[in-house]
């Protein structure tokens, strides 16, 4: 039996909603909808299209394991393809929810990322989905373990250094402000190892905003990231120069994740008072924001991204 469909009205509430994962990928809004309402063919040739492109591939599958109604059309296109490697992994991202929401026990899962993983050897992405497990609720050899399962078979793979950088900016979250917190030789080594053109030049700035997030969280930093020296010292400087210089010389407008750099490059820039850099970010953000960072360390965030544009375009 097929599972019901998504209740009537879900693509309004989508459009009034301040932030959507899909960024500005047209044809994953699309697929994301057909999916909504039972068409997994679309997601289907949405993958076979999107092909080895490791990035671009993780992120759509990412997006739409997301979405609550995934799973159930993933068994439903796992019936009627049971060798079907694209659905096996999609299967698998959705059920990392449920863990991560206290819904189920993280062994199964677990399981059903490693049994993807098996059926499409070459593809980074159902360890992706077993690092946004791990990343929450493993041990640290765990994560280092399933990060370099994704590294050995994409070394720049954007989504997954963020999540190393998040994970590391949590440990010592106590011990105050320290710049040679191992957060940051991780976010550089990450920096210099990638090809020139590669967007994990701007990791040092997550790395950056990650652990501004737990020392104001500790209470070590204002809670206001405008008015906190966190972004202020030398070193912050250099980091956040060097990541304006790569993005001036190097910006990747075919990124799939490229939006996602830009916010964290825009709020370093406000936090910085850099306001005519922070605006040129703005506007290649457009209405494309993010949570992250705007959210830090516990802040509504849509209201926290459209005050920190609106200072730095100047408007009232």
């Known amino acids: 039996m097929s599972p019901p469909p998504p ?6 509430k989508r459009a009034a909603q301040a932030f959507d994962d899909a960024l500005d990928d047209a044809e994953l809004v699309a697929a994301r909808l057909a999916l909504a309402q039972g068409r997994w063919q679309s997601t289907r040739s949405l993958l076979v299209h999107t092909g080895d492109d490791w ?10 394991a997301n979405e609550p109604y995934c799973a159930a059309w993933a068994r439903e296109w796992l019936l009627a393809e049971p060798d079907s490697a694209d659905a096996s992994v999609l299967l698998a991202l959705a059920l990392v929810h449920r863990p991560l929401r206290g819904k189920e026990k993280p062994a199964p899962v677990r399981e059903m990322c490693r049994k993807a993983a098996g059926l499409a050897p070459d593809d980074p992405t159902p360890w992706l989905g077993l690092l946004l497990l791990e990343r929450s609720l493993g041990t640290d050899e765990e994560v280092v373990r399933v990060f370099d399962q994704v590294r050995g078979r994409h070394a720049d793979h954007h989504h997954a250094h963020q999540l190393m950088v998040a994970r590391l900016a949590e440990r010592g979250g106590d011990g105050g402000p320290d710049p040679s917190h191992e957060v940051y030789d991780f976010a550089n080594w990450a920096a210099d190892q990638a090809p020139a053109d590669s967007p994990l030049a701007i990791l040092p700035v997550v790395a950056h905003a990650e652990r501004y997030r737990v020392l104001a969280a500790a209470g070590h930093e204002s809670a206001d990231p405008n008015t906190s020296g966190h972004w202020s010292g030398r070193r912050a400087r250099l980091v956040m120069k060097a990541a304006f210089d790569w993005w001036l010389e190097w910006e990747q407008d075919g990124h799939p994740r490229r939006l996602i750099d830009l916010n964290f490059l825009a709020h370093a820039k406000s936090c910085e008072g850099r306001g005519a850099e922070a605006a040129a970010l703005f506007h290649r953000i457009g209405e494309h924001a993010t949570p992250a960072p705007w959210s830090y360390p516990d802040r509504a965030p849509y209201p926290a991204f459209r005050a920190a544009r609106a200072s730095a375009l100047g408007a009232p």
Request: hydrophobic fraction near 30%.
């Open 7 to 12: 209740p009537l009205g879900r693509a309004r």
């Open 55 to 64: 990035d671009r591939r993780g992120h759509r599958v990412t997006v739409l």
